[in-house]
């Protein structure tokens, strides 16, 4: 687990593909809970720890996580979500070359819990929600291209999908349509940069990590 940033009310982390955020079914020890028993031997806390989920991203993807260490910094990371001031930039490589350097994608689209998938619906569908991103092209290699993407709505596998959608799937995502998936069992998008006010003191926060090293090769 790496550590990008941490102070008395808030902790970001750099998770890698393959962990988890949160506890699921698969009884997997998650972010959450490591995070945890890093903050109990780093400040010899006895009895529990608190550790607020604030967000997620989906398990085979990396980058960026932001925790709360205090339940009034949880109270109020999670009212900034709800009115989008946690804007999040991602770095996604796909296969081949979208047709527009940079566009703005739109449509409807619904989650199967049973299946773990998103599928894209028209917007009478009773379980339908708009789904909005932008994205730019950051480099183009012989057979991929990396784009930089900002979430205008938080769906659950929304950059996956609508990048599918487009015709562009991420390298390595075999769930929408990848041709082969990556060594490490995770897919090439990459939560890059966070940006926000700090719940307590006010300052702004900016914080990054670097591109994927598949990613390194096209830049």
Not at 95 to 110: A, Q, S
Not at 137 to 151: F, K
């Amino acid at each position: 687990m790496e550590v990008v940033y941490e102070d008395n009310h808030i902790i970001v982390v750099n998770k890698s593909a393959g962990e988890i955020v949160q506890g699921d079914k698969t009884g997997d020890k998650p972010l959450s809970e490591i995070i945890k028993d890093y903050l109990k031997e780093k400040y010899n806390k006895p009895g529990n720890v608190f550790c607020g989920v604030v967000h997620r991203i989906d398990r085979p993807v990396s980058g960026l996580v932001i925790f709360a260490k205090t339940s009034k910094a949880l109270t109020r990371l999670n009212e900034m979500l709800r009115k989008n001031e946690i804007h999040k930039t991602y770095w996604a490589m796909v296969e081949g070359h979208p047709e527009k350097m940079e566009d703005t994608l739109e449509c409807h689209m619904y989650s199967d819990g049973r299946m773990n998938k998103s599928f894209v619906c028209g917007p009478a569908h009773t379980d339908g929600k708009r789904a909005v991103l932008k994205y730019r092209t950051v480099a183009r290699g012989d057979r991929y291209s990396i784009l930089e993407v900002r979430l205008i709505t938080g769906r659950k596998h929304q950059i996956r999908l609508q990048l599918s959608q487009m015709g562009h799937p991420i390298q390595g995502d075999l769930k929408y349509g990848a041709r082969r998936s990556n060594p490490d069992g995770g897919i090439s998008l990459v939560a890059k940069e966070i940006e926000f006010v700090h719940p307590v003191s006010k300052e702004r926060i900016h914080l990054s990590v670097p591109p994927l090293p598949q990613m390194e090769k096209l830049l």
